[in-house]
């Protein structure tokens, strides 16, 4: 699946630039290349910065690392359930809870590489298992339609815009 072949009806416009900011890409695609170049992005982050924050009560580096990971395993979670045709809508999740009981603080950049590793080798190996009509299969989270393929390229989207941020407000 491509980013073109989303509808506007396939996510919330509050994903709309998450998925953009991809351009058009090979959802399986940016999936693979995102797990063997992030690891070297966050492998290049110096250690004086993991647990620096820009401004007083912004998240810590590791904290917005911990955010990435914790966010891939939700939207995993609503993928696998809407491509099983769980119709059940599911809640949102307050990311401003999980952080501070993260312990992202106490975390090595090599123990959050595995672990990232971990998460996305296990993304890839559930979306590989979907045919291109489970990508087409929708459900509710947050009070929002959401497709599995949109998932997919919000997992992608997401991670990059984090990315974007480490590199120009704590780097």
């Known amino acids: 699946m491509k980013t073109s072949e989303l ?5 919330n416009p509050y994903y709309k630039a998450y998925i953009e900011a991809l351009g058009e890409v090979d959802l399986m695609k940016a999936l693979k290349k995102q797990v063997e170049n992030y690891p070297q992005f966050l492998a290049s982050i110096p250690e004086e910065k993991l647990y620096y924050s820009y401004a007083e009560g912004k998240w810590t580096v590791a904290e917005v690392l911990l ?4 966010s891939e395993r939700v939207f995993q979670y609503r993928a696998v359930r809407f491509a099983r045709r769980d119709e059940t809508p599911l809640p949102g999740f307050d990311q401003d809870k999980y ?26 190996a559930l979306y590989e298992s979907f045919e291109e009509g489970t990508l087409k299969r929708k459900g509710v989270a947050s ?4 497709s599995v393929g ?8 997401h991670q990059k815009h984090h990315r974007n941020i480490i590199r120009e407000r704590y780097l």
């Open 143 to 146: 009070n929002s339609v959401m």
């Open 7 to 11: 509808k506007a009806s396939d996510y």
């Open 150 to 157: 949109a998932l997919g390229f919000i997992i992608c989207g």
């Open 99 to 124: 952080v501070p009981t993260s312990g992202a603080n106490q975390r090595s950049i090599g123990s959050i590489i595995e672990e990232y590793r971990a998460i996305r080798n296990s993304t890839i």
């Open 67 to 70: 955010h990435v990971l914790d």
